[in-house]
């Protein structure tokens, strides 16, 4: 394990190891941040650690020694804006009770921390969005759940950054715009012999799918806005 200074210029030494592969991770996302979803309203991008390779704090700011056997591990590596990797820093608790991996006992699969990981799917499932523009924890979501989405919320100011949410709040608005233009647009073909309102369905399914799309930016908040109207025909465009 040696020296924890000696290990830290290490790392800090080629610090250029992960800033190398931004690219990469980027066009794994679309150019968006791997937590907000955003790409300029978030600022620029950071290749961050998900689980801190130094020191990993916990709520009241007391450390414990980092996963630095990580620090080198692209599988370790998320894409985040700063804006709330800056705060983020160093922050990893975990549940009470809970497995912590160690360099002599290691079992990261086994933790419970309370930060969502964006590259957990059962994670990005818990995180939901209203018509203000605000993240909120998913229907469903067990107590449990829930604090890990307000913890995650308030580390990495998903709700704090005025344009993240003024962005989300457009975003949801256009989504109902198009929905709304849909439903209009397909009563009108109920009889037929109407071509030019089943061109309006067709445009209006094509904007929910284009906006539902992975690469396009803040797609969760328009999806959320479909899956709250508890159309079941629009739902099978966004699962």
Partial sequence: MGD????NELIDKHSDH??????WLLALSGGKCW???????YSHMDVEHFRPKKEAKIFDGTGRDGYWWLAFDYMNFRVCGNVGN??????FPLHE?????TYDNRCEESEAPYL??????DDVNLLAFDEEGKAIAAPGATTWEERRVDETIKRLKLNEHEALTEERKKIWQRM???IEQYRTAKSRCGTGGNPAAKQKVRDCLCEI???TQRDAELSAVAKWCVLFRNDPQLARLVS
């Fill in 116 to 121: 969502l990981d964006p590259i957990d799917n």
């Fill in 97 to 101: 009770g809970s497995l912590c991996s």
């Fill in 35 to 41: 937590f907000s979803e955003a790409r300029d309203i």
């Fill in 4 to 7: 924890i200074k000696a290990r």
């Fill in 86 to 91: 800056r705060k983020k820093g160093g922050w």
């Fill in 18 to 23: 992960w800033g190398k592969l931004k690219s």
């Fill in 209 to 211: 799918k284009a906006m």
């Fill in 176 to 178: 109902t715009r198009t």
